[in-house]
């Protein structure tokens, strides 16, 4: 967090458990700094759908986030989802 600056990434890819802060939080404090900026998540664990509705107040499924992407990744896959946030 203290690294991030506005207007110096176009796509971060954020794992949803970290030690000091999840995902999420990350997420809320990154757009307070730069709202433009865009985010994909990663995680190897089930998603916790209560967090969802929380940073995502409209999402009805974990399909509703763009950029979702489970552990083990697949670069192919990765690439498609980076791809897709970029253009």
């Not at 967090?1 to 110096?8: C, L």
């Not at 802060?21 to 307070?32: P, T």
């Not at 670069?75 to 989802?81: E, R, Y």
């Given at each position: 967090?203290?690294?991030?600056?506005?207007?110096?990434y176009d796509?971060?890819?954020?794992?949803?458990?970290?030690?000091?802060?999840?995902?999420?939080?990350?997420?809320?404090?990154?757009?307070?700094?730069?709202?433009?900026?865009?985010?994909?998540?990663?995680?190897?664990?089930?998603?916790?759908?209560?967090?969802?509705?929380?940073?995502?107040?409209?999402?009805?499924t974990t399909?509703?986030?763009?950029?979702?992407?489970?552990?083990?990744?697949?670069?192919?896959?990765?690439?498609?989802?980076?791809?897709?946030?970029?253009?």
């Open positions: 967090m203290k690294n991030f600056k506005a207007g110096s796509l971060l890819i954020i794992d949803i458990v970290m030690p000091e802060m999840d995902g999420f939080e990350l997420y809320e404090e990154i757009k307070k700094i730069d709202n433009k900026v865009k985010v994909c998540f990663i995680t190897a664990f089930e998603v916790n759908y209560q967090a969802l509705k929380a940073v995502f107040p409209s999402v009805t399909n509703d986030i763009g950029c979702f992407i489970r552990k083990p990744v697949d670069v192919d896959n990765l690439i498609k989802h980076i791809e897709a946030e970029l253009i």
